[in-house]
């Protein structure tokens, strides 16, 4: 079961879709990370390889100005939808169905981004090209912060130039990195 933990939704359960292809964050490290991450009251939120928008919705719910998520699976997307309809959530969120790395058209109107959660599939060797995207892709605040969770196994080089380690955590098979990125 994922629950939003804190907030206007607190308490609240989400839907995650049948079958194994998405991951929902475990209670315990999203409330981890959301302890390292602190106030995230007026936050522009990019929840990217959103699956059931739980770190997006549990950022809104904490005071976060908006949210995009972006997922490419339709049914995962519709689920999100439903997430943010449940948590009455929804005025202030966007649902945007695309494979990531993403076009930054259709993502340049709601930005810059003051926060970005990053949980791609474990162990796919997508982690560096993304936030070498995200470097370049002209979305980011000065300043923003980049949480990415991560299998333990999914070894990281060096981030981009753009990007500095702020912080390692980890909780069993899985870590948490947060970059903070400067213009």
Known sequence: MVRVIAGAARGARLR??????????????????????????GASVLDLFAGTGALGIEALSRGSSFAVFVERDGRTAQVIRGNLVHTKLE????????????DPARLVRWSPFTLVFMDPPYDTG?????????????????????????????????????MRAVRE???????????????
């Open 91 to 102: 005025d202030r969120a966007a649902v945007v169905r695309a494979e990531v790395p993403v």
């Open 16 to 41: 995650a879709p049948k079958g194994l292809s998405t991951r929902p964050t475990a209670d315990r490290v999203k409330e981890a990370l959301f302890n390292i991450l602190g106030d995230v009251a």
């Open 126 to 162: 997508c982690i560096m090209p993304t936030l070498s995207w995200l470097c370049g892709s002209g979305l980011l605040a000065d300043g923003a912060l980049i949480a990415l969770e991560r299998s333990r196994m999914e070894e990281i080089a060096s981030p981009p130039k753009n």
């Open 169 to 183: 955590k980890v909780y069993g098979p899985t870590v948490l990195n947060i970059f903070a990125y400067s213009e």
